[in-house]
């Protein structure tokens, strides 16, 4: 069975950091492409950060740029996301989820400005707790 597993979500002070991880098991986590999705709560999911099954392409939403960073240990099967700077705006649950809709031009349709869209995710993890305040 296809299965992901988040951890690291915590409660932060603002400007604070924290490493999240996934651990996938279940399929071949190599070929697929990963991202990280959150909820805010009482919110709708918001894409935050999108990466190739390489690692090779990497793409955020514009609200995190500069400040979170994703990658990937294909021999392990974890998928990270490393968060700097956090801001209470950026508490949520974390989720992460394979892609099933990986086009040519990654890094233009997975830009800084899209818009969650259900249908191109697969298999979701639980998610993790990240709580920004002071």
């Known amino acids: 069975d296809v299965r992901m597993v988040e951890s690291g979500g915590d409660l932060v002070q603002p400007g604070g950091s924290l490493r999240l991880s996934c651990a996938a098991s279940g399929f071949t986590f190599s070929r697929y492409a990963m991202s990280w999705v959150r909820q805010a709560p009482g919110e709708g999911f918001e894409w935050v950060s999108a990466i190739t099954s390489g690692g090779d392409r990497r793409t955020y939403a514009d609200f995190v740029k500069g400040r979170f960073t994703i990658s990937r240990d294909n021999a392990r099967n974890i998928l990270y996301l490393q968060m700097n700077s956090l801001e209470p705006e950026d508490t949520a649950v974390y989720f992460c989820?394979?892609?099933?809709?990986?086009?040519?031009?990654?890094?233009?349709?997975?830009?800084?400005?899209?818009?969650?869209?259900?249908?191109?995710?697969?298999?979701w993890g639980q998610g993790t707790q990240v709580i920004v305040a002071s």
């Open positions: 989820a394979n892609l099933v809709k990986v086009p040519a031009d990654f890094e233009a349709y997975y830009s800084g400005s899209y818009y969650f869209t259900e249908a191109d995710f697969g298999s």
